[in-house]
């Protein structure tokens, strides 16, 4: 594995594991699950860090709003 690729895997393995210490809500799942989507297609669409942050938190609004219907 490439040393670039290494370090924001460790990095977003910790912060995974650090958020274990209790069940999360649906919310919370919601914007976890929609942040990741809406950063992808983000990325996809306009092929910039701006489209994906732009993605993620757009993704993470809609995701916890759904998130919290259920």
Do not use: D, H, Y
């Amino acid at each position: 594995m490439n040393t670039k690729l290494m370090i924001p895997v460790a990095v977003a393995a910790l912060i995974a594991l650090g958020g274990c210490s209790t069940s999360p809500t649906n919310a919370q799942i919601g914007t976890g699950v929609g942040a990741v989507a809406g950063g992808l297609v983000g990325n996809a669409v306009f092929g910039s860090t701006l489209g994906t942050v732009g993605g993620a938190a757009a993704g993470a609004l809609i995701g916890n709003e759904v998130g919290k219907k259920r």
